[in-house]
């Protein structure tokens, strides 16, 4: 009686069951809204997460076989080394000297890359 007496005095329409609902709805989905932001969902996480995980082994399984293929190339380059110097396969000058070609050859080939790397990027 007193709430029906508030709104006679105030010349206010009484609420439709329709309409609190309705306002009780939008409220509850400005609710869900705002604790979305502080608190983001446990499968948005998880998709984040799984990303995440994604990444890190792409980039380990990249650089495993990266280390694969250097090991390949290690082999390859002696036994071509071997081939030219097979008398001087175990002195250290051979070492030497092996070292110091796969060094520079290294040293090229990365500076190739990178200059193909910096061209691509000013195209694009």
């Known amino acids: 009686m007193v709430v029906y ?6 010349k206010m329409p009484i ?3 329709h309409s609190v609902v309705k306002n009780l709805k939008k409220a509850e989905r400005r609710l869900e809204h705002i604790h979305g932001q502080i608190f983001p969902s446990a499968t948005e996480t998880g998709r984040e997460v799984g990303k995440e995980v994604l990444s ?9 076989f990266g280390i694969a293929a250097a090991f390949a190339w290690n082999s390859a380059i002696q036994a071509v080394f071997d081939a030219y110097y097979p008398a001087a396969k175990d002195s250290i000058a051979a070492k030497v000297m092996y070292a110091m070609i796969l060094t520079s050859v ?8 990178g200059g193909l790397a910096e061209r691509k990027a000013k195209k694009a």
């Open 5 to 10: 007496l508030e709104y006679v005095t105030h």
């Open 106 to 113: 290294a040293v090229l080939v990365t500076m190739w890359l």
């Open 15 to 17: 609420p439709t069951k």
């Open 56 to 64: 890190k082994m792409t980039t380990l399984a990249t650089a495993a």
